[in-house]
C-alpha cells in the first residue's frame, strides 16, 4: 500500500520556523515529482514548492519564493519543507503529493493526509 504521511506541522508565531516531512512508503524514490501544496481556510489548494526526486530540480511560487526550501532524502524516502520566516497568511493545511509522471503542478497519484501549519501574529 502507498502512503504519504505528513509531520512537523504546529503553531508558531509569525517570524517562527517549521519543517515539514513526508515519508512514502510502498513505494520508493525514482523519477518522481513531489510536490507541496497548502489549503487555507476560504481559498483554493495552491501549490508551493516542487522537487523532482532524481535531478533535484525545485520550484516555488513567488508568495513563499526566498522563505520556503523543499528538499529530498532519495535513501529514506523523504521530502521537507523547511519553511522560515512564517507569516499569519501561511497558515493552512499542507499536504504532499507525488506524480509519478513528473507533473510539478499536473494531476497526482498519491496524497498524504496533511499536516496542520497555523501561524500567530
Known amino acids: 500500500e502507498v502512503q504519504l504521511v505528513e509531520s512537523g506541522g504546529g503553531l508558531v508565531q509569525a517570524g517562527g520556523s517549521l519543517r515539514l516531512s513526508c515519508v512514502a512508503s510502498?513505494?520508493?524514490?525514482?523519477?518522481?515529482?513531489i510536490a507541496w501544496f497548502r489549503q487555507a481556510p476560504g481559498k483554493e489548494r495552491e501549490g508551493v514548492s516542487c522537487?523532482?526526486?532524481?535531478?533535484?530540480?525545485?520550484y516555488y511560487p513567488d508568495s513563499v519564493k526566498g522563505r520556503f526550501t523543499i528538499s529530498r532524502d532519495n535513501v529514506k524516502n523523504t521530502v521537507y519543507l523547511q519553511m522560515n520566516s512564517l507569516k499569519p497568511e501561511d497558515t493552512a493545511v499542507y499536504y504532499c503529493?507525488?506524480?509519478?509522471?513528473?507533473?510539478?503542478?499536473?494531476?497526482?497519484?498519491?496524497w498524504g493526509q496533511g499536516t496542520q501549519v497555523t501561524v500567530s501574529s
Open positions: 510502498g513505494f520508493t524514490f525514482d523519477d518522481y515529482a
Open positions: 503529493a507525488v506524480s509519478l509522471e513528473r507533473l510539478c503542478w499536473g494531476p497526482k497519484d498519491y
Open positions: 522537487i523532482t526526486t532524481r535531478s533535484g530540480s525545485t
